[in-house]
T-cell receptor, first 114, second 113 residues
């Protein structure tokens, strides 16, 4: 297993367009997390799945954001009607429920909204 | 509210020297974990070291060690014999509840040859 992967690595879109990002966690990990990282800041929690259930959404996740994890495997994060303020790095991480909280991160998707 | 503070936006260290990165946190919990993650330029974040709050002994991983002061809520990272490959952003992280991390704002470490 090669770790957490994310696709695409970079996305440039025009304001108002919809974008979708994909995350493939480490195969045996049942927990999956999305974070957003803006320039000069640490990652901020967006949402969390245990298997296919979305158990928490941050208030940072406005109505324009939706995340899914069908069948408890890969996850998608969709942003509708993108705004310039959505420009950021979107990080995905995964972990085992039984682990001592250690999360394994993917390389991220850098979104630029023009 | 649980918070994590890294007060050093940037640090520099000469190759082979030692550097200490600071982190303070706030929590009302008594049993928890703390982590230091490294984020190299354009590469993914990787775990450097973890500390369990109930353990009095400071964690050590090769050239990386922590100075954990539970009463002061301080969790600093010491890097010994610094190498060029240590250059990266370093984030202190506190798991809130059972899953989500709260990160500090990071410290950019530069290693000078």
């Amino acid at each position: 297993d090669t770790g957490v992967s994310q696709d695409p690595r970079h996305k440039i879109t025009k304001r108002g367009q919809n974008v979708t990002f994909r995350c493939d966690p480490i195969s045996e990990h049942n927990r999956l997390y999305w974070y957003r990282q803006t320039l000069g800041q640490g990652p901020e929690f967006l949402t969390y799945f245990q298997n296919e259930a979305q158990l928490e959404k941050s208030r940072l996740l406005s109505d324009r954001f939706s995340a899914e994890r069908p069948k408890g495997s890969f996850s998608t994060l969709e942003i509708q009607r993108t705004e310039q303020g959505d420009s950021a790095m979107y990080l995905c991480a995964s972990s085992l429920a039984a682990s001592i909280h250690e999360q394994y991160f993917g390389p991220g998707t850098r979104l630029t909204v023009t | 509210a649980q918070t994590v503070t890294q007060s050093q936006p940037e640090m520099s260290v000469q190759e082979a020297e030692t550097v200490t990165l600071s982190c303070t946190y706030d929590t009302s919990e008594s049993d928890y974990y703390l982590f230091w993650y490294k984020q190299p330029p354009s590469r993914q974040m990787i775990l450097v070291i973890r500390q369990e709050a109930y353990k009095q002994q400071n964690a050590t991983e090769n050239r990386f060690s922590v100075n954990f002061q539970k009463a002061a809520k301080s969790f600093s990272l010491k890097i010994s014999d610094s190498q060029l490959g240590d250059a990266a952003m370093y984030f202190c992280a506190y798991p809130s509840g059972t899953y989500k991390y709260i990160f500090g704002t990071g410290t950019r470490l530069k290693v000078l040859a």
